[in-house]
């Protein structure tokens, strides 16, 4: 037990490091509300903090490579950024913020968004930024 | 057709298409998932600083504008 003990120590320190801004970002957005400079400060702040973390620690440098099996993918990330520019230019076709707007009005809701935007920025930070020794 | 309906059918045929290929993937179909594949994009420095700053960006423009 006491060889694991260090790294487990390790781990909590990194998730507890992530939670507080974390908890912080999320109060702040409730808290503060739309159009509010309170939320932009602390969304912004998250994002440029976990932005940095993922550049230093080479987030995902060692992640498997896919090739052109994940043309798919490309496409279709190619169709989604390309209907947002029609619907951006177009003033009759409202844009994906226009349409969740009235949903994330409701504190609950742009609390819940915040919540899953951050663990899709944890997931980010989590890709493998090195081999498992013996691979 | 208003603008308004055009638009959700679109999301929807895009959030339909995603979850199939997400699907194809699980099932050992000859692509990634979308975890595999934003995974990948981020093998490089340039990849990895698009993918972080779409993430941020998205958050920015969602949840604080």
């Known amino acids: 037990m006491g060889e694991h003990a260090p790294v487990v120590s390790s781990q909590r320190i990194r998730r507890f490091a992530f939670l507080v801004p974390a908890l912080a970002c999320v109060a702040s957005v409730v808290a503060f509300g739309e159009l509010s400079i309170g939320a932009l400060v602390a969304v912004a702040g998250t994002g440029v903090l976990v932005t940095l973390v993922g550049l230093r620690g080479r987030a995902g440098a060692a992640a498997p490579r896919v090739g052109r099996r994940a043309l798919p993918w490309a496409a279709w990330l190619g169709a989604a950024v390309s209907w947002e520019l029609v619907a951006l230019f177009d003033g009759d076709v409202p844009t994906v913020s226009d349409l969740a707007d009235p949903v994330l009005a409701h504190p609950p809701a742009r609390g819940a968004a915040t919540v899953g935007w951050l663990v899709a920025g944890a997931w980010l930070l989590a890709r493998p930024s090195s081999r498992p020794a013996g691979s | ?65």
């Open chain 2, 1 to 65: 057709m208003t603008g308004s309906s055009a638009s959700v059918i679109a999301l929807a045929v895009l959030l339909v298409t995603g979850l199939a290929l997400e699907l194809a993937a699980r099932r050992g179909r000859h692509v990634p998932t979308a975890g595999e594949a934003l995974g990948a994009a981020m093998r490089t420095t340039a990849g990895r600083a698009t993918v972080l700053l779409a993430w941020a960006w998205l958050g920015v423009h969602f949840l604080a504008r």
